[in-house]
T-cell receptor, first 110, second 113 residues
């Protein structure tokens, strides 16, 4: 089983829609989590950290479900500029192992 | 701050040639990383460094070498380039550990023909 798994998509949603992605992880010792976005042919950029209590940044909400071992990213009121691939990263509590997911592709359609 | 700077941005090599991909960061980050990303695929860690003078292998180190003589610089060396090394290479850094956000350079697109 892979350490981190993401549905590759693509997710095609209309402008203004709400869309959510999950990222499941296999190791219960996972401690820290991040979401990155990667535009086509560009470098990954940090989108947000994921805190145990959940966190929100504008239209974006990240949540952690430790019992089911997944993190989620919710995007409200989707914009055309949200079209990108969204990568999750999971870091183990040993502090010396981390895993990138392979990403979920989102296309927001006019 | 420039962040993480990679050079060159594009390069075409012939099979068997060697080259060095440069990466420098001006954020005084201790940790640095090299990844490759093949089309439509995820990031694969090649090598990483937790500080000057310390490097370690990642998931796909074969065919590559690194050095970390200073905090700022983390060059990646390809010896005897092979077509399988055609990829986009990203360098990244983080302040003091894996559990902190990584800052990426804008990549080097390398083709081996």
């Amino acid at each position: 089983r892979k350490e981190v798994e993401q549905d590759p998509g693509p997710f095609n949603v209309p402008e203004g829609a709400t869309v959510a992605f999950n990222c499941t992880y296999s190791n219960s010792a996972s401690q820290s989590f991040f979401w990155y976005r990667q535009d086509c042919r560009k470098e990954p950029k940090l989108l947000m950290s994921v805190y145990s209590s959940g966190n929100e940044d504008g239209r974006f909400t990240a949540q952690l479900n430790r019992a089911s071992q997944y993190i989620s990213l919710l995007i409200r009121d989707s914009k055309l500029s949200d079209s990108a691939t969204y990568l999750c990263v999971v870091i183990l509590n040993t502090g010396n192992q981390f895993y990138f997911g392979t990403g979920t592709s989102l296309t927001v359609i006019p | 701050n420039a962040g993480v700077t990679q050079t060159p941005k594009f390069r075409i090599l012939k099979i068997g040639q060697s080259m060095t991909l440069q990466c420098t960061q001006d954020m005084n980050h201790n940790y640095m990383y090299w990844y490759r990303q093949d089309p439509g695929m995820g990031l694969k860690l090649i090598y990483y460094s937790v500080g000057a003078g310390i490097t370690d292998k990642g998931e796909v180190p074969n065919g590559y070498n690194v050095s970390r003589s200073t905090t700022e610089d983390f060059p990646l060396r390809l010896e005897l380039a092979a077509p399988s090394q055609t990829s986009v290479y990203f360098c990244a850094s983080s302040l003091t550990g894996f559990n902190q956000p990584q800052h990426f350079g804008d990549g080097t697109r390398l083709s081996i023909l």
